[in-house]
C-alpha cells in the first residue's frame, strides 16, 4: 500500500515539477557541465552556515530531477535536490549506490567525513554520490541499459573523487554489476534530507588485482574492509551510526546478496524500481 507521501510524488508531472520548481533547468535546456554558477551570495546562505567551502561548491552540481518513473525532467543543483523543504513537496533525483569487494570478498565502507552538509559522520557502503545532468551520466536515450551506464560512469568519477581511486584502475581491474533501483526518503541533519532513485552497483575486484585507495579527508573520515559478519558487528555496536540508505540496503539486501558474490546472474538486471516510501 502506498504512503501518502508516495502518492503526492507519484501524481507530480514534469509541468507540475518544474512549476513547483523554478530552479530546476528543463532537460533540453540543461547546461550539460557538472555544476551550475555559483556566487559569493551561495556561501552567505543561512543554510551553509558553519560548513566547509568545499562542500559548498559542491552543492552547485547540476543532479538529475525525476519523475516517478525515473524519467529525466531537468537539471537542478544538489542543494536544491536535498533541502527537505522541496523533498517534503515530491522533488526527486537520481543517485547511485557503490559497494566495492576485494578478492576475498570483504567490503569497503566509508566514514562520511564530518564536513559533509548531509549525513556527516555516518559509515555507509563504499561510495554514495549522484549521475550529474551531463550526457555521459544521464542515460540520454532514456534506456535502462543507458542508465546504468550513466550511474557508472559517475561511480567511477566519484570513486576517484572520494577514495582516491584513480579511474584507470576502476575500468580495468574490476567488474561492475547492477542490481537494482531502490526508491527512498530520509532526513537528515536539519534542514537537509535525501529523496532518490538509487542505482545499486556491487564492484568485484578480478583475480589478483588491487586498488590503490587514498581516500580525501574532504569526504571521507575513515574506511576500512570488512566481512558480512564483521559487518553484522557493526551493526550491533550502539556506538555506530549509518546512513538511511546503507541500513536500508543491507535490511533488505544486502547479505543475500553477498552470499552469490561468486555468480550475481541470478540477481542482477533487476528492471524493477523497489519502493521504500
Not at 80 to 106: P, Q, T, W, Y
Not at 110 to 126: G, Y
Not at 214 to 238: G, H, I, Y
Amino acid at each position: 500500500m502506498s504512503s501518502a507521501y508516495a502518492e503526492i510524488v507519484k501524481g507530480l508531472s514534469d509541468n507540475d515539477v518544474l512549476e513547483l520548481f523554478p530552479e530546476v533547468i528543463p532537460l533540453k535546456k540543461r547546461p550539460n557541465t557538472h555544476s551550475s554558477d555559483s556566487s559569493a551570495e551561495d556561501a552567505k546562505d543561512k543554510v551553509f552556515f558553519g560548513h566547509d567551502d568545499e562542500q559548498i561548491r559542491l552543492m552547485n552540481e547540476n543532479c538529475i530531477v525525476l519523475d516517478w518513473n525515473d524519467e529525466a525532467i531537468g537539471a537542478g543543483t544538489k542543494k536544491l535536490c536535498h533541502l527537505m523543504s522541496n523533498i517534503e513537496k515530491g522533488l526527486l533525483h537520481r543517485a547511485f549506490s557503490v559497494f566495492l569487494f576485494n578478492e576475498r570478498g570483504e567490503l569497503l565502507l566509508q566514514q562520511r567525513a564530518s564536513e559533509k552538509i548531509t549525513f556527516p559522520d555516518l559509515w555507509t557502503n563504499t561510495c554514495c554520490s549522484h549521475p550529474l545532468c551531463v550526457d555521459d551520466e544521464l542515460g540520454v536515450d532514456g534506456s535502462l541499459a543507458e542508465k546504468v551506464q550513466g550511474a557508472i560512469n559517475a561511480a567511477v568519477r566519484k570513486l576517484e573523487h572520494e577514495l582516491g581511486i584513480p579511474q584507470s584502475e576502476t575500468r580495468t581491474r574490476g567488474r561492475f554489476h547492477f542490481l537494482n533501483r531502490i526508491h527512498y526518503m530520509a532526513p537528515s541533519n536539519e534542514p537537509w534530507g535525501e529523496h532518490e532513485i538509487d542505482y545499486i552497483l556491487f564492484y568485484r575486484l578480478c583475480k589478483g588485482q588491487e586498488l590503490s585507495v587514498a581516500p580525501n579527508v574532504n569526504e571521507v573520515r575513515d574506511s576500512k574492509w570488512v566481512s558480512a559478519e564483521q559487518l553484522k558487528q557493526m551493526f550491533s555496536d550502539p556506538n555506530l551510526k549509518f546512513t538511511p540508505w546503507f541500513k536500508l540496503i543491507c535490511e533488505s539486501y544486502l547479505f543475500q546478496w553477498w552470499e552469490q558474490l561468486s555468480d550475481l546472474s541470478k540477481v542482477e538486471n533487476d528492471p524493477r524500481i523497489h519502493r521504500m516510501l
